[in-house]
């Protein structure tokens, strides 16, 4: 079911001729207590579905909004046990697809089978892992499949063609384009070639393509989306949601539309 709640709300978006918004927030940030309030609001913002980010100590894939984001939320004590047990909690008041991002140390820690299955109870439908390759991905897709949680993989902007149909071909939910060769972080601006990359993409992938890193204003939301089914935005909304900007948030969510 969970994954079907992601993909429907993914389709369901496009066939209307519209464009997927995915935010990205850091769990804990402000600490586990606000997460209800986050998730209402970005909800009642119009956005599609929710990557919600698990703290860790060594996140190598973000720029330092995400990473500081991660400190404060580990200097309030989260773990992930702690966000799943709150997830548990919320999860009827949460109508939006949850996405967990983490990287793959605290669902070793945690145990892969307990991890798929808590997932399943906490109502996640689909997780992002940045630190394991498709290759390795077999770890923890059997656990994962049986709680019907979507494993959302990563393209780049140096991935061969052949890689690309490869990574399209196993992602569940969506391919999610990185459109910088770096880390996570807003950026005033974007290679040339962003455009081409996001088509070609397009082009290969059975499952809707959305385009993320560096988007941090409504021109790059709107540019971007309009080569690929929609954009993920991470440090921007992570900045604003921490300075109390909610009517920026709210500008930047209908600039897909
Ligand atoms: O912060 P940005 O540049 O807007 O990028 C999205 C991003 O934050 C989110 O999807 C994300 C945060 N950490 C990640 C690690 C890997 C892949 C993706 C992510």
Known sequence: ???????????????????????????????????????????????????????????????????EAGKRALNEGTTLTGVLNELKS??????????????????????????????????????????????????????????????????TLTSPIERIKKISSLSEGFLYAVTVKGITGARAAFN?????????????SKVPVLAGFGISTSAHVESMASHCDGVIVGSKIIELLNNGEKDEIKELVAAVK
Do not use: W
């Open 1 to 67: 079911m969970s994954k079907v709640k992601l993909e429907n709300a993914i389709h369901s978006k496009i066939e209307k001729g519209g464009k997927v918004f995915i935010p990205y927030i850091m769990a804990g940030d402000g600490g586990l207590r606000a997460l209800e309030e986050q998730i209402l609001f970005l909800q009642e913002a119009g956005v599609t579905a929710i990557e919600l980010g698990i703290p860790f100590s060594d996140p190598v894939a973000d720029g330092p909004t995400i990473q």
């Open 90 to 155: 919320i999860k009827s008041s949460i109508e939006v697809p949850i996405i967990l991002m983490t990287y793959v140390n605290p669902i070793f820690i945690y145990g892969i089978a307990r991890f798929a299955a808590d997932c399943k109870e906490a109502g996640v439908s689909g997780v992002i892992i940045p630190d394991v390759p498709v290759e390795e991905m077999e770890i923890l897709s059997g656990s994962l499949k049986q709680a019907e949680i979507a494993i959302i993989q990563l393209a």
């Open 192 to 204: 040339v070639d962003v455009e081409e990359y996001l088509e070609e993409i397009k082009a290969i």
